[in-house]
C-alpha cells in the first residue's frame, strides 16, 4: 500500500487511516505517536487537534489538514 502523502494516493491511504483511527476515539482523546515524540489532542466536535511534539513530523499535521481539520501546533520544551 502506497503511504507516500506526497502522492494523491499515499495521501489518500493516510487520511483513511487517521480517519478510522480518529472515530475510534472519544473526543478529548490524546494520540501518542512515539516514533516522534508527538502528543495529538483531538477535539473532535471542533475538528481541532493540537500537537505537541519533540521531533515534529510534518506529516502529522499534513494528514489532518487534507482531513479538512483545523491544525494547533505546540512546540514542546522536552
Sequence with gaps: MNWNISTEEGMA????????????????SVWGIPRSG???????PAKTVTIQS??????????????GWTVLDQQSNA
Design 13 to 28: 491511504n493516510a487520511v483513511a487511516w487517521t480517519e478510522n483511527l480518529v472515530s475510534a476515539m472519544a473526543d478529548k
Design 38 to 44: 508527538t502528543v495529538v489532542h483531538i477535539d473532535k
Design 54 to 67: 519533540v521531533l515534529p513530523d510534518p506529516a502529522v499535521p499534513k494528514v489532518f489538514k487534507a482531513m
